[in-house]
């Protein structure tokens, strides 16, 4: 009994996360093309761009989609974040992790689950490398997908690299001075001086959210088939790079 029962604590991690990105979502005058194409109840992977340093655009999508759906769509964590205190918030969330049973369980469900590929290593760039799909062959979200039967749904973003002016590559900085390259030592500056104590600057994001590929669908593909997942990785990799293109308004293929 008592307010501070279990069912109340479990639910402060959703109120906490729907809370500050709906502030997000009017100080970024968040928009969105092609989210009739997320409003359905059959599961996908959302395979979006990691902006820096921060993937803005994927959080306040979530928010959007929870309004529609009634679900927070699944995110994956490493295994290592799953314990506590992040633990706590991140199953709070609905995390997943590629090896856990809430993955299967979420898009039995179905349930959209979220991934960004590039990771850390994609959202820590310096200003130099802007809106440039960095994945290297980080493609186990291409096997994932084809194990579960579930199509990939790229997504792009304008704005998300430029709520700071990033100043370092933070992945390689780490990596450099012989910190785990996953705790990255980044440096971003805001309107009232760095990142994490400054807001980001007030850019517009708008989210660009393109044709499902289909290839992993229903089996189509053998999640072993290292060649078959590479191609489907690349295709993906197209998509996402040809949204961030149209978003910022550079030419596809252009450096």
Not at 6 to 32: C, K, N, Q, T
Not at 75 to 93: D, V
Not at 179 to 202: D, K, M, Q, R, T
Not at 231 to 248: N, W
């Amino acid at each position: 009994g008592g307010w501070m029962n279990r069912g109340f604590v479990d639910r402060i991690p959703l109120a906490i996360w729907l809370a500050g990105w709906r502030m997000s979502i009017r100080y970024h005058r968040y928009e969105v093309e092609g989210l009739d194409r997320l409003l359905v109840r059959d599961p996908m992977l959302v395979a979006g761009y990691h902006g820096r340093p921060a993937a803005w655009d994927l959080c306040m999508l979530s928010v959007l989609l929870y309004d529609r759906l009634g679900y927070l769509p699944h995110s994956f964590f490493h295994t290592a974040l799953m314990k506590w205190p992040i633990g706590w918030m991140s199953r709070g969330l609905g995390a997943v992790t590629a090896d856990g049973p809430e993955l299967d369980a979420a898009v039995e469900r179905g349930e959209h689950v979220f991934v960004t590929p590039g990771g850390v290593q994609e959202g820590t760039r310096s200003f130099r490398d802007k809106y440039r799909v960095h994945w290297t062959n980080r493609c186990g979200y291409v096997r994932i997908a084809a194990r579960l039967g579930i199509p990939i749904v790229p997504t792009g973003a304008s704005g998300v690299d430029d709520t700071f002016i990033a100043l370092n590559n933070g992945y390689e900085t780490s990596r450099r001075v012989g910190i785990p390259p996953n705790i990255p030592l980044w440096a971003g500056v805001g309107p009232l001086g760095f990142s994490p104590i400054s807001p980001p600057f007030p850019v517009r994001i708008k989210t660009f959210v393109g044709e499902p590929i289909e290839d992993t669908a229903g089996g189509r593909i053998d999640p072993r088939d290292a060649e078959a997942v590479m191609a489907v990785h690349r295709k993906t990799v197209g998509a996402v790079q040809a949204l961030l293109d149209r978003a910022v308004g550079r030419k596809e293929g252009r450096g």
